[in-house]
Nanobody, 128 residues
């Protein structure tokens, strides 16, 4: 069974940058839709960014222009580059993978659709 392992989280001051990594145990990064979600304390999990197998990226309005999702097929890894971080970006960030992009998009709103693989999450804290 394929697994996803996130890394790169930590503490950063407002305005700072972090790059999250999501390493897959199998060769799915190049053929699956990939996504990053996040869950802030006391809030529901929300979609942050998606990346299709064809390389098309989409972002939540709240991170547009600040976050970039990308992948390295040779390393079976998806990244989330985050700049100009704000305290509101504080959350546990989760990586998800599924053959169908729509499943990634509705993962947090449709209980009947669950991505094939979720990572365990990595905590990002943005504060002074």
């Amino acid at each position: 069974q394929v697994q996803l392992v996130e890394s790169g989280g930590g503490w950063v001051q407002p305005g700072g940058s972090l790059r999250l990594s999501c390493a897959a145990s199998g060769s799915i990064v190049s053929i699956y839709a990939m996504g990053w979600h996040r869950q802030a304390p006391g809030k529901q999990r929300e979609l942050v960014a998606t990346l299709t197998s064809g390389g098309r990226a989409n972002y939540a309005d709240s991170v547009q222009g600040r976050f970039t999702i990308s992948r390295d097929n040779a390393k079976n890894t998806v990244y989330l580059q985050m700049i100009s971080l704000k305290p509101d970006d504080t959350a546990v960030y989760y990586c998800a993978a599924d053959p169908i992009l729509h499943t990634i998009i509705v993962a947090t709103t449709d209980k009947d659709r669950n991505p094939e693989v979720w990572g365990q999450g990595t905590l990002v804290t943005v504060s002074l």
